[in-house]
T-cell receptor, first 109, second 114 residues
Framework: AQRVTQPEKLLSVFKGAPVELKCNYS??????LFWYVQYSRQRLQLLLR??SRESIKGFTADLNKGETSFHLKKPFAQEEDSAMYYC???????????FGTGTLLAVQP | EPEVTQTPSHQVTQMGQEVILRCVPI?????FYWYRQILGQKVEFLVS????????KSEIFDDQFSVERPDGSNFTLKIRSTKLEDSAMYFC????????????FGEGSWLTVV
């Protein structure tokens, strides 16, 4: 079964601290993994996709097929990073995104 | 940058009433979706639509739900007889192709069923 697991509902860090938002997935084929961000009262926005191996707003995420993980990392958190972060999987023949439950990142000043 | 727009942003309706949520996808997009998010829960896929027909739907998308692209620009989600458990944020999304990286979401429509 296709599943995305985000074990932390809330992650609270201080400004300047490193951040790691965890995401694990279950998928039998070769998945496409994404991170979406939702700032307060705004739409879901694509933050990162694993195929492009890019860094957006200082965030990176590496797909680890052995551990079936796609953790989101940032070395130094900023207050403006406070938002809801969703890990999502897009797989093969099915044309839909499967989301995790989301992690609320709260960056304290 | 083009955006997916949704109306209304918030609707309160009585149980048993019909509700239509409207979406204007990005103009050159061909794939359309509805997702929903019940408060405190994950974003869930409802239905995908391509070439004027449903291409995939979830177990949630039962006979009470329907989608339509009536005029080539709007993409609507109709709930025929709303139930309390239909209260959720409904997100419309569109994409130019089947690759997950091109899916753009609207701001959502909050539906409250009382």
């Amino acid at each position: 079964a296709q599943r995305v697991t985000q074990p932390e509902k809330l992650l609270s860090v201080f400004k300047g601290a490193p951040v790691e938002l965890k995401c694990n997935y279950s998928y039998s084929g070769s998945p496409e993994l994404f991170w979406y961000v939702q700032y307060s009262r705004q739409r879901l926005q694509l933050l990162l996709r694993h195929i492009s191996r890019e860094s957006i707003k200082g965030f990176t995420a590496d797909l680890n097929k052995g551990e079936t993980s796609f953790h989101l990392k940032k070395p130094f958190a900023q207050e403006e990073d406070s938002a809801m972060y969703y890990c999502a999987l897009h797989g093969g023949a099915t044309n839909k995104l499967i989301f995790g439950t989301g992690t609320l990142l709260a960056v304290q000043p | 940058e083009p955006e997916v727009t949704q109306t209304p942003s918030h609707q309160v309706t009585q149980m048993g009433q019909e509700v239509i949520l409207r979406c204007v996808p990005i103009s050159n997009h061909l794939y359309f979706y509805w997702y929903r998010q019940i408060l405190g829960q994950k974003v869930e896929f409802l239905v995908s639509f391509y070439n004027n027909e449903i291409s995939e739907k979830s177990e949630i998308f039962d006979d009470q739900f329907s989608v339509e692209r009536p005029d080539g620009s709007n993409f609507t989600l109709k709930i025929r007889s709303t139930k309390l458990e239909d209260s959720a944020m409904y997100f419309c999304a569109s994409a130019v192709d089947r690759n997950g990286n091109t899916i753009y979401f609207g701001e959502g429509s909050w539906l409250t069923v009382v």
